[in-house]
């Protein structure tokens, strides 16, 4: 966290805020002579979930040493230009980021599509018809330029969020989503990104992406391939590039239509290949089930709470967010100790479990309370047939493991939660995307949000996706820092930019909670 000699005392957090201006904000889209054909790609319900922006900031700093010709390719006006060029370009490629969300309805579809001169992309899907679509039409990504004073050493450490943080992105007015406005949510962009000059002549580079346009790999992708066009500096490769493991680049035919995914889904029943090897699958989505029993437990522990005990549980109810640090040291003295050395896994099952564990306790839940831990699996390769290689929409669900809180804390070694871990994984298959996507279309088209629920633990794995690797100015970034998520349950697991076989973990927490739960994690004998 930040110390107070920082960013800890309130009149520096004041000075700070204040001193972030915005000089010149300009709507970018492709170069006419590379402009797509206008069109609407139809969403899935995979990305009619959360259309909000996500954001990410990049911090750059200032090369200790410099000339004057450094000078000049590091001046604002120099770096704001290539990266308004660089987008131009790679929007050639990646259209839809430049298009605008529509609310559309299987009455007027055709209607409207043809009075604007527009090409409806239909594939007779039948989640397709109506609801929140993409309509790639070339108006355009946000693009800001600002200055500060501040220096990135008043920051401190830059992998521990602060407030400060949220002025470092451009933020477009949120849409208002009722009879009356809809045509506003057509005037959101879908990317917005600001960069920002520091007094020590470093940079911050934040992105806001909408999440119905990317999901993780494909906007890791995409801002690969917009660094990629920028060419800030003169050894930087100009191709489209999708970074396979070994972070070579790579051509590929970019995929930005959902049909595979869609026709996947209306394809397929979940009774198709009930004879198959795979007992014990359920139809159902365990994630959506897990989650309505949560929420259900919610409402019956606050119907059966005085009121003064709620107001007062709800006095403080602003998360705090910390980054640990843990090390292939630390990894790998955890895992000696809580799963022994002939137990085989990998480092996500490893930390989830742990993680888990420790912010069961760290709660302090009666031993029969209901507690969840939720994780995103890439359905990529999870469904038959799988999805194309360069497959651009939302292909993740939530896999999901829920226990009473006595099973997860009373265990004598996280063997039994890990076990857990890997159920949940297997059970992602058609069947379970399937079921899925039709539960998440029943309970509404865009879900951006959940009741706070505390006995949620919700993991986002960022490890195979190093976003500070993303080169936007010289070589990698010291630090890409997420803002906060719409739902604050989410952890996010990131490659430790000092240590690729490191995680560091991003964490949210009440502040009641926070202390407790530092003291169970970092007790490796949990």
């Known amino acids: 966290m930040a110390s107070s000699t920082e960013l800890g005392d309130h009149d520096h957090d004041e000075y700070l805020i204040s001193k972030v201006s915005i000089t010149e904000t300009v709507l970018v889209s492709s170069a006419p002579v590379l402009q797509q054909p206008p069109k609407v790609v139809s969403l899935s319900n995979l990305d009619r979930q959360c259309p909000l922006l996500m954001y990410l900031v990049f911090f750059y700093k200032y090369p200790t040493t410099s000339s004057v010709d450094h000078n000049r390719i590091w001046s604002l006006d120099s770096v704001f230009q290539s990266l308004k060029s660089g987008l131009e370009e790679t929007l050639s490629i990646w259209y839809p980021a430049g298009g605008r969300l529509i609310m559309t309805s299987s009455t ?18 039948k989640q397709s018809l109506g609801g929140l679509n993409l309509l790639c039409n070339n108006k355009g990504a946000v693009l800001a ?45 879908l990317v917005a990104a600001q960069v920002t000059k520091f007094g020590c002549g ?13 999901d993780g790999p494909a906007a890791y992708e995409f801002m690969c391939a917009w660094a990629s066009n920028s060419a ?77 005990m709620i107001k007062s549980s709800n006095d403080d109810n602003n998360y705090v967010y910390k980054t640990f640090h843990l090390s292939s040291a630390f990894l790998n003295c955890l895992k000696k100790q809580v799963v022994g050395d002939n137990f085989s896994c990998s480092s996500f099952e490893l930390v989830a479990a742990h993680l888990w564990k420790a912010k069961t306790l760290a709660l302090g839940l009666s031993k029969e309370t209901m507690v969840c831990l939720q994780f995103a699996v890439d359905a990529r390769n999870k469904v038959d047939p799988p999805l194309p290689q360069g497959f651009t929409g939302n292909a993740y669900v939530l896999a999901s493991v829920a226990l009473t809180a006595s099973q997860v804390v009373d265990q004598s070694d996280h063997k039994v939660i890990v076990d857990k871990i890997r159920e949940a994984k297997k059970s992602v298959t058609n069947k379970y995307v399937k079921s899925y996507m039709e539960a998440v279309a029943a309970g509404g088209s865009q879900q951006t949000s959940l009741p706070p629920l505390k006995e949620l633990t919700l993991v986002s794995d960022w490890t195979r996706m190093p976003f500070h690797k993303v080169g936007f100015l010289q070589g990698e970034a010291d630090y890409a820092s997420p803002l906060v998520a719409p739902v604050p349950e989410v952890i996010y697991f990131m490659q430790n930019p000092k240590d690729d076989k490191g995680i560091d973990m991003r964490i949210g927490l009440l502040p009641q909670y926070l202390d407790a739960f530092t003291r169970y994690f970092l007790t490796n004998t949990i």
């Open 108 to 125: 007027d579809d055709d209607k409207v599509l043809r009075s604007n001169d527009v090409y409806h992309e239909t594939n007779n899907s």
């Open 145 to 189: 330029k600002a200055a500060t004073v501040v220096k990135i050493s008043e920051l401190g450490d830059l992998s521990q969020y602060n407030d400060f943080f949220e002025n470092l992105v451009y933020k477009p007015p949120p849409p208002v989503l009722d009879d009356q406005h809809e045509d506003h949510f057509s005037q959101i962009p």
């Open 202 to 214: 470093g940079y911050s580079i934040g992105i806001g992406i909408s999440h119905s346009l990317f």
């Open 232 to 308: 800030i500096e003169p050894n930087q490769n100009k191709l489209d590039v999708i970074m396979d493991d070994e972070l070579q680049p790579k051509p590929v035919v970019l995929v930005h239509d959902r049909d595979a995914l869609l026709m996947m889904v209306d394809n397929y029943s979940c009774h198709d290949d009930d004879n198959d090897d795979d007992e014990g699958v359920s139809c159902r989505a365990a994630a959506i089930d897990h989650l309505y029993q949560l929420i259900m437990q919610s409402a019956a522990a606050v119907a059966s709470t005085d009121l003064l």
